[in-house]
């Protein structure tokens, strides 16, 4: 890293941050990063292999910067593929060439070639992550993204030491090979191999109780864990044996603190919490912290754990030996299906809403969009064999409408007003039909979709609702929904189908959770609320991989304003050309 953290004193260590050497910033600074996207040989669960990375590292490096920084990034693509790299997060202001979906926002990087994301944090701080965002790189392309406050935080307590912990996936195989022939035979994909906690395995693999993410802590102390789920097809569950957890921040927004003892947490998602070290080991001088998945799905999938440590320092057993694994019990971490625990974790989640840091949610609407969000069973073409269900193929759609991305950027096209077909304006607003999208058979119908590159448009400013409505086709399903360039207020949520006449009723709009990625509860519905306010073209998808790639999204469009700071900024000199 270039130029970064001695205008500030920013302090790293490995991936802990150490709290006394971060103080808060209050002038600008441009902060520069230098990412090599390149191969590195990495050994996991016995297996050896050529694995992408950013400098070498797995995971990539940790991006630290203040709320109000400039920050340039220049990514040197080292590898023949084409590639691309995603703030998952940052609003973008008026920036979103910088913003990094392929074909979205901009052309993919080519091998041997350079480009440099420029952008500015404003107003926003906390933790977020950045990934790749072609193909399926991010498999482990991936790193923390942390925004320190002007402002000290909202908070009393005392804090030690800040320690991202970064949730994973492990492929033994090629993750860009697994999306090849998934989209090459219409089947479903292959799952990963195991999960890892800051790429680590754990002992529960084969070959990995070196691979073991282990932390320091000192009895009495609090620790912030900045924790991020970087997993490419898995919500998930996470607990630390015997120790409570303060919830402080979700997706880099302030939150009511609420003590829990495990978290959900979706693929995209980042929560913050605070875990103060009170708990008097054993003879190991160890916790055990694990993370599994929340399972709604009838699709296979990997059903393991993945386990790190806590170790106290100056326990009685100096050498830090680990629990045996065979009388290990987690009594805080949830069923892999425990539905009831991740509902009422999500709803104890809400906006700080505080005179510092208020919640702006819109209270009244200009337009409302209600989407399904489907996986369909398509028929197989003619003499051709698919091996999806019932020898057709797998696809997702949102309003019956499978996503195609163009061979061109949509922005760039956009802004020089390309007469082209790369995309259009008329995504439907509601479902094409309805019916009871929670219920009934869901073989019995018919699942074909259409496809295209169908994107909502509206102008700067506008209050714009969009409900989005899980369907039982294939299976219900919770879907981790991601909105790029804007951050949205979970207004309402539940189970079932969404009711226009009864359920706007029930909407929390005094401080719903502001977010950037939504988990739709499964054989249900969330309705959030945007502002949208920065002008430029932005995904909307699933952030679980496959269903991305089966067409599971859309984008919306937001027209220029009035003034010159309501306008999308013209595109940098080194934008890539596709």
């Known amino acids: 890293m270039e130029g970064g953290h001695k205008n500030c004193g920013i302090l790293l260590v490995s991936l802990v941050i150490i709290a006394g050497a971060l103080p ?269 998945p929340y399972l709604t799905s009838v699709f296979p999938f990997n059903n393991s754990t993945t386990i790190g440590f806590l170790r106290y320092k100056n326990a009685r057993n100096r050498r830090g030996k680990p629990p045996n694994l065979s009388s290990l019990k987690l009594h805080s971490l949830p069923a892999m299906e425990d539905t009831a625990f991740a509902t009422k974790f999500s709803g104890n989640i809400k906006s700080l809403a505080s005179p510092k840091y208020p919640c702006n949610v819109p209270k009244t609407i200009d337009k409302r969009v209600i989407t399904t969000i489907s996986l369909n069973l398509q028929d197989c073409p003619a003499k051709k064999t698919c091996l999806g269900y019932r020898g057709k193929r797998f696809f997702a759609s949102m309003n019956n409408q499978s996503f195609v991305r163009p061979s061109i950027s949509i922005l760039e096209s956009y802004y020089k007003n390309l007469t082209t077909t790369s995309f259009s304006s008329d995504f439907p607003e509601k479902p094409p039909n309805a019916f009871d999208y929670t219920g009934g058979d869901p073989l019995s119908q018919n699942m074909n979709t259409e496809f295209g590159t169908k994107l909502i448009v509206v102008p700067y400013g506008t209050s714009l609702e969009i409900v989005l409505q899980d369907t039982s086709f294939l299976n219900l399903e919770n879907h981790p929904i991601h909105v790029h360039g804007h951050n949205f207020f979970i207004v309402g949520s539940g189970f079932g189908n969404f009711n226009k006449a009864k359920d706007p009723k029930r909407y929390n709009l005094v401080d719903p959770p502001e977010r950037n990625t939504v988990a739709v509860p499964g054989g249900g519905w969330a309705a959030i609320r945007i502002k949208a306010d920065n002008p430029g073209v932005w995904f909307i998808h699933c952030h679980l991989e496959q269903h991305t790639s089966w067409g599971l999204a859309t984008g919306f469009i937001v027209l220029n304003g009035q003034e010159p700071s309501q306008r999308l900024l013209p595109p940098p000199q080194d934008l890539p050309s596709c």
């Open 24 to 292: 808060f910033c209050s002038s600008q600074t441009t902060r520069r990063f230098q990412f090599n996207v390149e191969w590195k040989k990495v050994t996991r669960l016995c297996t050896t292999k050529q694995l992408l990375t950013v400098n070498g590292q797995y995971p990539g490096p940790t991006i630290a910067v203040h709320e109000g920084d400039r920050v340039e990034i220049k990514v040197k693509n080292r590898i023949a593929h084409n590639t691309t790299l995603h703030w998952h997060g940052l609003r973008q202001l008026r920036t979103g060439w910088a913003d990094g979906p392929a074909y979205i926002t901009q052309c993919p990087i080519r091998g041997g070639h350079s480009y440099t994301y420029k952008f500015s944090v404003t107003n926003q701080r906390g933790t977020l992550l950045w990934h790749a965002h072609y193909a399926w790189q991010r498999a482990s392309v991936y790193g923390a993204l942390i925004i320190y406050p002007r402002m000290s935080y909202p908070f009393s307590a005392q804090i030690q030491a800040e320690i991202p912990i970064i949730l994973g996936e492990w492929w033994n195989g090629d993750p860009d090979e697994v999306e090849k022939i998934m989209m090459l035979t219409g089947a479903g994909p292959d799952s990963s191999n195991a999960y890892t906690i800051n790429g680590m395995p754990g002992p529960l693999y084969p070959c990995s109780n070196r691979d073991t993410f282990i932390q320091t802590v000192e009895y009495g102390r609090t620790y912030m864990l900045r924790i991020i789920n970087a997993a490419l097809a898995n919500e998930l569950f996470l607990a630390i044996e015997k120790h409570k957890l303060t919830v402080v921040e979700v997706d880099a927004v302030y939150t009511k603190p609420f003590t829990t003892t495990s978290i959900m947490i979706a693929p995209g998602q980042t929560t913050t919490v605070l875990m103060t070290a009170n708990q008097v080991p054993d003879s190991t001088g160890m916790f055990a912290m694990a993370a599994r």
